[in-house]
């Protein structure tokens, strides 16, 4: 979703190209209507656009119940409104310009397998609790709960490692692909709305100073 037409005709040719099937949109309200009306596995997009800007699209696109993975594409590069798009749920965040080769990269990273779901197995399993990796979905007694990307990631990490404490940096830097602390609270937030979906709320444990775990075998 972007409101330059050659950029979009320049992505929209380059991703045909790589084997996709891209959607346009022109501006806000657009993307928006075309994403609640197909199913939608990414999202690219622009936080400059008219009418609806981008992080107000990001903000409706988390409000639907299978949100589709965000890659944000902006000229506006400084580290809060990066810290802000990730805050408010775009997986990754790739400033303009850019090079074509990089960005399918990182396209194509996050539609395939996430880099914390290895070949351990599709599916992890927890008490009444049965995580569908692939399908970002939570399997609970009282019904499907379908996560978003960082929070499937986060709970397959915790799932993998139960028993031990998985400190903030390391999730920050293998989930996020943050070297450093960015000073924010998206894993605090994304930990929030993973309780909500968990049906146990001690499930996850939070070590004060240190991180997160889930105990038990």
């Keep these: 979703m972007d409101d330059e037409a050659r950029l979009r005709t320049l992505l929209g040719r380059t991703l045909v190209a790589a084997g996709h099937r891209p959607l346009m949109a022109a501006d806000g309200a657009e993307a928006c209507a075309v994403v609640r009306s197909r199913r ?9 656009m008219p009418g609806m800007d981008g992080l107000t699209v990001l903000r409706q696109i988390q ?20 810290v802000q798009a990730i805050e408010e749920g775009a997986t990754d965040f790739v400033g303009k310009p850019f090079a074509t080769a990089e960005l399918l990269a990182r396209v194509n990273r996050h539609l395939g397998t996430p880099r914390t779901v290895n070949d351990d197995g599709r599916f992890l399993e927890h008490g009444d609790h049965r995580l ?8 609970t007694p009282e019904g499907t709960r379908m996560l978003s990307e960082r929070e499937s990631a986060v709970l397959a990490y915790l799932l993998r490692r139960r028993g031990d404490v998985c ?12 070297e450093f602390d960015p000073g924010s609270n998206v894993l605090e937030v994304c930990v929030g709305r993973l309780r909500t979906k968990i049906l146990d709320p001690t499930m996850i444990e939070t070590v004060r100073g240190v991180g997160y775990c889930i105990a038990g075998p």
């Design 40 to 48: 939608v596995d990414l999202v690219l997009l622009d936080l400059v």
């Design 63 to 82: 409000r639907l119940p299978e949100p589709p993975t965000v890659i944000v594409l902006s000229g506006v590069g400084d580290v809060g409104t990066r």
């Design 132 to 139: 569908d990796t692939r399908r970002r979905a939570l399997h």
């Design 167 to 178: 400190t903030r940096d390391e999730l920050l830097r293998d989930i996020w692909g943050f």
